[in-house]
């Protein structure tokens, strides 16, 4: 009996520590603090400066809504903590509470969804494959008997194997640990391409030692909603957030912070992505909205 007991209160507190994680408003209210995912090498998305410092579209949209909710809250200063991570850790982390906002390359998706919550979406992205000018690669069917790089975590080569035009088409999978290191796998020639989203092989392929030796071919393999990922069951903190991704849409702030990031040059080697914002993300921006990878994929097919 007194095992029981023992559980239930166990149990009690531990129901009563999430609670208390996932009110992220009063977390950061108490601390004054809070924790910002960010990623070290997602493209023109969220990568690093060095030192601990940390740039980019997505951050700097997260930047923003978070300066809004200090507002929100009335705190004369809110102290904001860089946590880098990867593909494979960034949803334990906000899960967990080590992450309160994540600010990096995420694509929401129904799988995802079950575990963690987000924000009407920012960028919409196309999924491409890059390869070197001079391999002969032009799109899926060339794929077959070469290696291909993608980032460990990520769901790039997945898509390419389920698309109709990779039937019969065999090729092998080296992984990166990060995107910086799938980018060193295609430029050293341990792969013979990479594939990931659009924005992220340019902006790698921009800061090559020879950018010119790259091109992006080929089919688009998917289309993925890049979104601010939150803890679930906290509408508060989800709907601060949203309030300051709807007022940049609406006003049109939001597509010159993309311009900012993708169309000019950005630190530091100000090289530009030189990547135009697709119709598909000036359609997120023109209506609000959440949808996840599949519902996205449905709508384009009516």
């Known amino acids: ?35 910002m995912g960010v990623r070290g090498s997602s493209g023109a998305l969220s990568y690093t400066l060095g030192e601990g410092k940390y740039t980019g579209f997505h951050v700097e949209l997260c930047q923003r809504a978070l300066a ?16 880098e991570v990867t593909s494979a850790n960034r949803i334990p982390l906000v899960q967990n509470g ?14 995802r969804a079950k575990d963690v919550a987000f924000a009407h979406t920012a960028y919409v992205e196309e999924v491409r494959i890059l390869t070197k000018v001079n ?4 799109g899926i069917a060339d794929l077959n008997g070469k290696s291909v790089a993608t980032t460990t975590g990520t769901t790039s080569v997945q898509l390419l194997r ?5 039937t019969g088409v065999d090729f092998k999978e080296v992984f990166g640990k990060d995107h910086a290191d799938s980018f060193q796998l295609l430029e050293s020639g341990r792969a013979d391409a990479f594939v990931m989203d659009g924005q992220i092989v340019a902006g790698l392929a921009s800061k090559a030692k020879n950018p010119a030796d790259f091109h992006i071919v080929g089919e688009v393999l998917s289309v993925e909603p890049i979104a601010i990922m939150v803890r679930k069951d906290d509408p508060a903190f989800l709907a601060a957030v949203n309030k300051t991704i709807d007022g940049l849409e609406k006003s049109g702030e939001m597509a010159k912070l993309y311009d900012k990031w993708f169309m000019q040059p950005i630190p530091p080697t100000n090289t530009k992505v030189g990547l135009p914002a697709s119709e598909a993300t000036k359609n997120a921006w023109k209506n609000p909205n959440n949808m996840g990878t599949e519902a996205l994929a449905a709508a384009s097919r009516k």
């Open 135 to 138: 391999s002969g690669i032009k």
């Open 1 to 35: 009996m007194k095992k029981s007991l023992l559980a239930a209160a166990l149990l009690a507190t531990a129901f009563a520590a999430q609670a208390q994680t996932t009110d992220t408003l009063k977390k950061i209210k108490d601390t004054g603090s809070v924790v």
């Open 162 to 166: 389920k698309h109709e035009r990779a």
């Open 68 to 83: 809004d909710i200090q507002k929100q809250l009335g705190l004369a200063k809110l102290d904001i903590k860089y946590q």
């Open 98 to 111: 080590t992450v309160d906002i994540e600010c990096g390359s995420t694509t929401n998706n129904d799988t």
